[in-house]
Nanobody
């Protein structure tokens, strides 16, 4: 399975961006996908996750109400709509995938990772 993240860029505080994560290669009948981010000098942290089969979603408290995770099954693509961006959202954003039904915020559970896309929010 290959993941390709895109959509990062430079945006002002309060602005919006939409990240995409396209999947290709081996198809998993049941899988969970998630977004993680890593700011300079910090550990990678959970952002949001969604179950491809059930559609259930989960968010980090820091992004609830501002970010929305979604997916397009026909395009095998996951999205992260980010609104009301803050400077503290600045990070490299990674998409990830694991087999199974249940969402999890633990990065160690995800097997496949995209290359990351940089989001910079200026103050």
């Amino acid at each position: 399975v290959q993941l390709q993240a895109s959509g990062g860029g430079l945006v002002q505080t309060g602005g919006s961006l939409r990240l995409s994560c396209a999947t290709s290669g081996r198809t998993l009948s049941s899988h969970v996908m998630g977004w993680f981010r890593q700011a300079p000098g910090k550990e990678r942290e959970f952002v949001a996750t969604t179950s491809w089969s059930s559609g259930s979603t989960s968010y980090a408290d820091s992004v609830k109400g501002r970010f929305t995770i979604s997916r397009d099954n026909a395009k095998n693509t996951m999205y992260l709509q980010m609104n009301s961006l803050k400077p503290e959202d600045t990070a490299v954003y990674y998409c990830a995938l694991k087999a199974g039904f249940y969402t999890t915020p633990d990065a160690r559970d995800y097997v496949y990772w995209g290359q990351g896309t940089l989001v910079t929010v200026s103050s």
